[in-house]
């Protein structure tokens, strides 16, 4: 089992920033490959950022060029830093694990943090 916490969240303006942080728990968090999701209201939770073990990034393309997904190992965290933050980002962001066990790959996700971004 692997905990996922969230922080960072909050109200932020147009034209703001915010960084998400998610610790999580397990002794092997760099073999995790690591994500960010977000739901908005009466939307499907959509894919934001993820990063592999190994270090590659993918975003979503209307997030490329404002957030950034990064880890850090040894602190066992995964951040989204966002830039340039537009109303349209207001939304639950959850943080997602997935590992390898044997061959099987589980799926684990954080209680979530509210974004809000005013006009």
């Known amino acids: 089992q692997v905990q996922l916490v969230e922080s960072g969240g909050g109200l932020v303006q147009a034209g703001g920033s915010l960084r998400l942080s998610c610790v999580a728990s397990g002794r092997t968090f760099s073999t995790y490959a690591m994500g960010w999701y977000r739901q908005a209201p009466g939307k499907q939770r959509e894919l934001v950022a993820r990063?592999?073990?190994?270090?590659?990034?993918n975003y979503a393309d209307s997030v490329k060029g404002r957030f950034t997904i990064s880890r850090d190992n040894a602190k066992n965290t995964v951040y989204l830093q966002m830039n340039s933050l537009k109303p349209e980002d207001t939304a639950v962001y959850y943080c997602?694990?997935?590992?390898?066990?044997?061959?099987?790959?589980?799926?684990?996700w954080g209680q979530g943090t509210q974004v809000t971004v005013s006009s």
């Open positions: 990063t592999t073990s190994g270090g590659s990034t």
């Open positions: 997602n694990a997935m590992v390898n066990r044997f061959g099987t790959l589980y799926d684990y």
